[in-house]
């Protein structure tokens, strides 16, 4: 077919103003028109996506920063203290305890911090005077009986080359040392807590979804309903019971590994319950059916198709779980079901409870509101 037959032909029809050339009937180079070159924009990716919507929130970016810090923090400052000799549990100084008890914070040579006593007998004043620590001169508040007297401990033989960054304790322990460790502790157990109630919570959760209105959906569901029917804190005296040993007639009080096991136990209902309803709305699409069709398993149709689908979700139930178990690791102290003796975050909030140390009484609390935000 020429085109000159074509134009002679369009001609005779009306309102036609274009003329037809052999250049339209070319071939047309497919690879050609498939490049993404020569597409205008680029497909965007999903990663890139989410990343793109987390950067664009701004409060999002800033606590997430605040979690970083304190996970690096609780990872490195205990390492770090270790290897310059302060420890979480011993004070530091080996001799005499009472030199060390409730220290200032001190971060710098040469700087000498002074702690201010109202009720300072003449006895006190003059064992100041011999051993080079009083500042100034002391205010007679009673006269002869009590003074106001200002000193700093620091200038002490023994304890000009010691930093606590944060002061010590009653105990004269360096609170900067021991506040990392208690959160490395209490992070520790969260993290091992959520990552067992994920994986137990999300596969129990995905056979119950993936059988949903079967036997043994209603087995299972019925199961997870009367073990979530009695309350956390029941469970949790009883776990301390069985797990401790204890016969009923002591005080129960669970320690880091008991209390791990006893909040795996109560907590891996909530992903278990989520998870079956993210199941419940996917396990009706077309990659799934497309995949029952070519003969895949229900395993690999459970674990390899469905639960990466909720990927984000599960995220969400992990990344909540942290503080809660946090918060009943502090929660259970206060309820003298935990034992002081292990550290974590719930034992120095405990301690800066009893405290007139400003750094003990604060420092614990900003740790542990920064999970709360």
């Known amino acids: 077919m020429n085109s000159s037959y074509l134009n002679t032909n369009l001609r005779k029809l ?42 664009s929130n701004k409060w999002a970016v800033v606590f997430t920063i605040i979690f970083l810090l304190i996970i690096i923090l609780a990872i490195f400052a205990p390492i770090i203290s270790n290897a310059l000799g302060y420890s979480a549990y011993n004070p530091v100084y080996s001799g005499d305890v009472s030199l060390i008890m409730n220290l200032p914070p001190r971060l710098f040579h040469g ?19 011999q051993a080079g620590v009083l500042v100034g001169t002391p205010v007679a508040i009673i ?58 919570g999300v596969s129990y959760g995905a056979i119950a979804g993936a059988f949903a209105g079967k036997a043994v959906d209603t087995v299972m569901m019925r199961f997870i309903e009367i073990i979530n029917g009695v309350p956390t804190i029941v469970w949790l005296l009883i776990l301390g019971v069985v797990l401790s040993g204890s016969d009923g007639t ?3 009080t669970l320690n880091n590994t008991t209390l791990a096991i006893s909040l795996i136990f109560v907590l891996w209902f909530s992903p278990a319950i989520s998870t079956r309803t993210y199941i419940m709305k996917n396990k009706d699409v077309e990659y799934v059916q497309a995949t029952k069709t070519l003969g895949g398993s229900q395993a690999r149709i459970i ?49 800066s409870y009893q405290v007139s140390n400003v750094s003990q009484m604060i420092s614990p609390i900003v740790v542990f509101a920064s999970f709360t935000i």
């Open 303 to 351: 674990f390899l198709h469905m639960i990466p689908v909720v990927a984000g979700r599960i995220s969400v139930i992990f990344v909540n779980l942290i503080p809660t178990v946090i918060f009943y690791e502090s929660s259970l102290v206060f309820l003298n079901l935990k034992a002081t003796s292990d550290l974590g975050l719930g034992v120095m909030l405990y301690d």
């Open 14 to 55: 009306p309102n036609l103003d274009f003329e037809v050339t052999e250049k339209d009937f070319e071939r047309v180079d497919i690879q050609q028109i498939n490049r993404t070159d020569q597409v205008v924009g680029k497909p965007s990716k999903y990663l890139v996506d989410i990343l793109k919507r987390f950067v």
């Open 111 to 129: 700087t000498y911090p002074t702690i201010t006593i109202y009720n300072a007998t003449p006895s006190m004043i003059q064992s100041y005077q």
């Open 143 to 200: 006269q002869g009986v009590a003074y106001k007297v200002t000193y700093s401990p620091y200038l002490y033989d023994q304890l000009k080359n010691i930093y606590p960054i944060l002061g010590t304790d009653g105990s004269g322990v360096d609170i900067w040392t021991k506040l990392w460790t208690s959160t490395q502790i209490s992070l520790g157990l969260a993290f091992v807590v959520s990552i067992a109630s994920i994986i137990l």
């Open 250 to 252: 002591t005080a129960v």
